[in-house]
């Protein structure tokens, strides 16, 4: 179980950075389209403005590049060295893996990014905890 105050709690559950006490985004499933990148402007317990400064997840890219590449590696080893398919499967299942998963590699891409910048309070999350 991954323990909550921690950066890793806050980027797999895509709560808020430093309290890591609500979901960032407006809507929790990412996979709901219309609201896969809609950030809320702030965290309603601690205050935190998600948005540090306008286009601020432009950077979130860079990583979104890196999550994908991650995702297609492991769509590879899985499809072609564990399944022994052909490199044509192999592809065709990467490009399905990266499809089916693109609202998750976005949104996870994104907490990771701000977790870059804003640190987690150890304060709010003890009270939290102890409450």
Request: charged content about 15%.
């Amino acid at each position: 179980m991954i323990k909550k105050g921690t950066k890793l709690y806050s980027i797999l559950t895509d709560t808020c950075p430093k309290c890591n006490m609500e979901s960032m985004y407006v809507n929790p499933n990412p996979y709901n389209l219309r609201d896969t990148l809609k950030v809320k402007e702030k965290c309603s317990h601690c205050q935190t403005k998600y948005r540090l400064e306008p286009s601020f997840f432009f950077g979130s890219m860079y990583v979104s590049y890196g999550v994908g590449i991650a995702f297609a590696v492991a769509a590879f080893i899985i499809s072609y060295f564990i399944f022994s398919s052909s490199l044509n499967t192999a592809f065709i299942a990467i490009i399905a893996t990266l499809v089916v998963f693109m609202p998750f590699i976005m949104r996870i891409s994104r907490t990771i990014w701000v977790n870059i910048f804003i640190h987690v309070d150890k304060n709010l999350v003890d009270k939290q905890v102890h409450q």
